[in-house]
């Protein structure tokens, strides 16, 4: 059961114009895409992770693109609440319990419409925006879309603790039915 780790509820900061990616740096996070679009872009992308790309990833990434390696998961609101958007566009994901982190301190994401959470709490032009996977210039316009202070602002209004929470209680409460043989 996928539970985030909610760290301290702190003060919203200043987000500025930054793009964030967490996660495992591997082939079917989708990231050599990721990062031929930012090449493209004149925004900041953090990459939060390690993994058997990450010397590769590094190799073809311009200077708009910072790696961070590994950061402690409980060091990880501070980069959620200091980004623009989260930026997910796997391959192929389960779940995507990053882009529900990101949710939770009010940061909206970009999605890959195969990411799982898609169907649960990420809903296009809600929170979020659902991008394909390999389609650079869809990831590109919606990375745009977002530095539109109007879209972002509606998108952000969607994102928030609560919602996190009750979805979270619900889940706890389906298990532990199980559990009890309800």
């Given at each position: 059961m996928g539970i985030i780790n909610y760290g301290g509820q702190e003060q919203e900061v200043e987000r500025g114009f930054k793009f964030l990616y967490v996660g495992r740096l591997s082939p079917e996070k989708n990231l050599d895409t990721?990062?031929?679009?930012f090449n493209s872009l004149p925004h900041h992308l953090s990459?939060?992770?390690e993994g058997p790309e990450y010397s590769k990833l590094q190799s073809i990434s311009n200077n708009n693109i910072h790696?961070?390696?590994?950061v402690n998961n409980e060091e990880l609101a501070t980069y959620y609440r200091s980004c623009r958007a989260l930026v997910l566009i796997s391959k192929?994901?389960?779940?995507?319990?990053?882009?529900?982190?990101?949710?939770?301190?009010?940061t909206p994401a970009i999605v890959s419409s195969v990411c799982g959470i898609v169907d649960t709490l990420c809903f296009h032009q809600k929170n979020s925006l659902v991008v394909e996977a390999t389609?650079?210039?869809a990831i590109g316009k919606a990375v745009e879309l977002i530095m539109d202070n109007?879209?972002?602002?509606?998108l952000k209004k969607d994102c928030n603790s609560q919602k996190i929470m009750s979805k979270n209680e619900k889940q706890v409460k389906f298990y532990t039915d199980y559990i009890r043989g309800k």
């Open positions: 990721l990062i031929k679009v990459i939060v992770g790696f961070h390696g590994y192929d994901e389960p779940y995507g319990l990053v882009a529900e982190e990101a949710l939770f301190f009010g389609d650079r210039e109007k879209v972002y602002a509606s």
